[in-house]
Each structure stands twice: as C-alpha cells, then as structure tokens.
C-alpha cells in the first residue's frame, strides 16, 4: 500500500459501510464479580484474584445484534515462573506470568486455563521436568 500525490483524488478515500448504516460500536462492561481461587503448580500452590466481567458490543441503529462475552481476568499475588525463550540474550532465564485474561464463567475453569497456559509454556521452553530456579516468595 502506497500512495502518491499523482493519484487521483477518490483513491483516497475509505468508507466504514457498517458505521455509516448502522452506526458506530458501543463498548460497556459490567463487573460481576470477584473472588480468590488457589493455583494449583506442581512447585506450589500460588493465591489469585479472579475478576469476572461482562462485555458487550452494540451498535446503536442495531442493538438487537449485540456481542456479548463472559469472561475473567486472572491475577496471581505472586507471578507464577515459566522459562524463558532463550533465543536471544536477554530471555535466557526465568520469565513469568503476571495476569492472563480468558474466556471463562467459573473460577475452576479460568484456574484451568491459566495453569494450561503456564504448563504449555514450560513445556516448550524448559522440558517436561522444568522447575523455577527461585522458590515461591
């Protein structure tokens, strides 16, 4: 994609069909509710916030057709460790996982999620035996 100021002047115009017929995308989100949940990692047990929310997207000349998604935010009070990638000097050692937002509607399914992630990503990175160097603070 380029332009040039020999084009003529309508190539560069863009229209948003969708916004201009139905008007633009409305974002709202409701809280609903929060609760503490354990992590359960083969090293130690980590505590966690979980932040439940509801998002919804809506145009307003179609408000029948709204998005609407459930999910979490997941926040551990101390970063669960992963390894590193190790592809350049400055991701050779230990990495972690500060928060990690999913799509989920109870806490046993959003603690599911996070412990296959951190699982998925010591698994590529340091081997099935893979351990933290530090422990748990």
């Not at 409305?26 to 949940?37: G, H």
Request: overall charge positive.
């Amino acid at each position: 994609m380029q332009s040039c100021s020999v084009d003529p002047w309508w190539w560069h115009i863009s229209i948003d069909w969708k916004r201009m017929l139905f008007g633009r995308m409305n974002y709202t989100r409701r809280e609903l509710r929060t609760s503490r949940v354990e992590i359960p990692m083969p090293e130690a047990n980590y505590l966690a916030t979980v932040r439940f929310e509801e998002q919804i997207w809506k145009r307003s000349r179609l408000p029948w057709n709204s998005i609407r998604r459930v999910g979490c935010e997941i926040k551990p009070d101390v970063p669960v460790p992963f390894p590193g990638k190790g592809e350049n000097s400055w991701d050779c050692g230990e990495d972690a996982t500060h928060s990690m937002s999913c799509s989920a509607t109870t806490e046993h399914e959003a603690v599911s999620h996070f412990v296959e992630s951190i699982l998925r990503s010591r698994y590529r990175h340091g081997g099935n035996m893979w351990r933290p160097e530090k422990a748990k603070a």
